[in-house]
T-cell receptor, first 112, second 117 residues
Framework: DAKTTQPPSMDCAEGRAANLPCNHS???????VYWYRQIHSQGPQYIIH???NNETNEMASLIITEDRKSSTLILPHATLRDTAVYYC?????????????FGGGTRLMVKP | SAVISQKPSRDICQRGTSLTIQCQVD?????MFWYRQQPGQSLTLIAT?????????ESGFVIDKFPISRPNLTFSTLTVSNMSPEDSSIYLC??????????????FGAGTRLSVL
């Protein structure tokens, strides 16, 4: 499995965009990039995923570089409730047998 | 998305005893997983719960310590046996929603917070 590298922690001001980077330099051609977050005392929550095109949903945007070796999760207007640990994970989406393997993630602190 | 219910949400147990955690899903799913999250750590996969056959355990986890049942496509249990304080963790049930519309997204329960005295 491709491994990911994320900064251990980041701060963001409330109302500003939070840009969370992730390096996955050994990603394979069939591996997707998934983002989850875990708010304190809750189970991980799915945010977004993509293969090579940029993706956007009601929660966030995902920007994947053209060489697919890195990506950025963007929370356009961070709120205090976005304070959480954010996990970037790569895995093949077309194989149901591949469960998620979690790394250390980035602890995002949104400050007033 | 799949709705997952875990019971109990938390428990405090004495060493040497066992606790069974239940996971109920609101729809039939092929893949169910159990994870452990030790204090301050990330999630670690314990095993894949297979319906109709024995669970598949990850390295470092054994059936005698963490027996798993999967009687049907919507339910699974994880037992933490002969507990010690080192077993104090959050235990999470997870399911994989497959198919084109489901996009192979993995969903998680809220977890069971276990403290062993």
């Amino acid at each position: 499995d491709a491994k990911t590298t994320q900064p251990p922690s980041m701060d963001c001001a409330e109302g500003r965009a939070a840009n969370l980077p992730c390096n996955h330099s050994t990603i394979s051609g069939n591996e997707y990039v998934y983002w989850y977050r875990q708010i304190h005392s809750q189970g991980p929550q799915y945010i977004i995923h993509g293969l090579k095109n940029n993706e956007t949903n009601e929660m966030a945007s995902l920007i994947i570089t053209e060489d697919r070796k890195s990506s950025t999760l963007i929370l356009p207007h961070a709120t205090l409730r976005d304070t959480a640990v954010y996990y970037c994970i790569v895995r093949p989406s077309n194989n149901a047998g591949n469960m998620l393997t979690f790394g250390g993630g980035t602890r995002l602190m949104v400050k007033p | 998305s799949a709705v997952i219910s875990q019971k109990p949400s938390r428990d405090i147990c004495q060493r040497g005893t066992s606790l069974t955690i239940q996971c109920q899903v609101d729809s039939q799913v092929t893949m169910m997983f159990w994870y452990r999250q030790q204090p301050g750590q990330s999630l670690t996969l314990i095993a894949t719960a297979n319906q109709g056959s024995e669970a598949t355990y990850e390295s470092g986890f054994v059936i005698d310590k963490f027996p798993i049942s999967r009687p049907n496509l919507t339910f699974s249990t994880l037992t933490v046996s002969n507990m010690s304080p080192e077993d104090s963790s959050i235990y999470l049930c997870s399911v994989l929603s497959t198919g084109i519309r489901a996009k192979n997204i993995q969903y998680f329960g809220a977890g069971t917070r276990l403290s062993v005295l």
